[in-house]
C-alpha cells in the first residue's frame, strides 16, 4: 500500500527556520515525482513545487521560488519542504503528494502538516 | 501560468440529484485535466486524471469530460458522502495549478 506520512504540526515564530518531512512507503520513492500543495487557512489549493528523488531534479512554482527549498533524501524516503525565515503568511497546511508525470496529477497524499507561524 | 477558474464557486443540491461543476482553462491544455475531492479536515483525493478517467475505487457516478479549454466534472445521483469540495488541476505546464474550487453543500 502506498502510504505518504507528514511530520506533525508545528509552531514558530516569525523569523524562524523549520523544516517539514513527507516519508514514502509501499512503492519504490525514487522512481516518481513528489511534491508539495499549500493551503491557506479557509482557502483553495496551491501547488508549490516538486522533485524527483532519484537525481533531486526540482522545480518550483515561480510563486514560491526563492521562499522555499524542496529536497530529498532517497536513502530514507524522504522529502522535504523548508523554511530559512517564516511569516505569519506561511501559516498554512501543507501537503506532499506522489506525483504520475506525463499528466502530472497526484494520486497518493500525505495527511497534511500544519504551520502555525505567530509571535 | 495558466490560470483555472471554476464555476460555480460555491452550489447547494439535495441527494440523489446530478450536478456539474465547470472548469475552465486560460489556454488549451488539451485532455490534461483532472480532478480532486477534498471533504472538511481531511487531505485531497484524486477522483479523474487526464480529463475522464476514474481513479481506482472511485464510483461511477463520477465522470469527466472536455478539452481544449472547457472541461467539465459530472456527479449523477448524488450521495451524502459527496458534499465536499471539489477542485480541477492542469498538469499541461508547470506550475501545475488548481481551480479555486467548488464546494458542494446540502440543500
Known amino acids: 500500500e502506498v502510504q505518504l506520512v507528514q511530520s506533525g504540526a508545528a509552531v514558530k515564530k516569525p523569523g524562524e527556520s523549520l523544516q517539514i518531512s513527507c516519508k514514502g512507503s509501499g512503492y519504490s520513492f525514487t522512481a516518481y515525482w513528489i511534491g508539495w500543495v499549500r493551503q491557506l487557512p479557509g482557502k483553495g489549493l496551491e501547488w508549490m513545487g516538486i522533485i524527483y528523488p532519484d537525481d533531486s531534479d526540482t522545480r518550483y512554482s515561480p510563486s514560491f521560488e526563492g521562499q522555499v527549498t524542496i529536497s530529498a533524501d532517497k536513502s530514507i524516503s524522504t522529502a522535504y519542504l523548508q523554511w530559512s525565515s517564516l511569516k505569519a503568511s506561511d501559516t498554512a497546511i501543507y501537503y506532499c503528494a506522489r506525483h504520475l508525470s506525463g499528466d502530472w496529477y497526484m494520486d497518493h497524499w500525505g495527511q497534511g502538516t500544519l504551520v502555525t507561524v505567530s509571535s | 501560468d495558466i490560470q483555472m477558474t471554476q464555476s460555480p464557486s460555491s452550489l447547494s443540491a439535495s441527494v440523489g440529484d446530478r450536478v456539474t461543476i465547470t472548469c475552465r482553462a486560460s489556454?488549451?491544455?488539451?485532455?490534461?485535466l483532472n480532478w480532486f475531492q477534498q471533504k472538511a479536515g481531511r487531505a485531497p483525493k484524486l477522483l479523474i486524471y487526464s480529463q475522464s478517467n476514474l481513479q481506482s475505487g472511485v464510483p461511477s457516478r463520477f465522470s469527466g469530460s472536455g478539452s481544449w479549454t472547457q472541461f467539465s466534472l459530472t456527479i449523477n445521483s448524488l450521495q451524502p458522502e459527496d458534499f465536499a469540495a471539489y477542485y480541477c488541476?492542469?498538469?499541461?505546464?508547470?506550475?501545475?495549478?488548481f481551480g479555486q474550487g467548488t464546494k458542494l453543500e446540502i440543500k
Open positions: 488541476q492542469q498538469g499541461y505546464s508547470s506550475p501545475y495549478t
Open positions: 489556454q488549451n491544455i488539451s485532455k490534461v
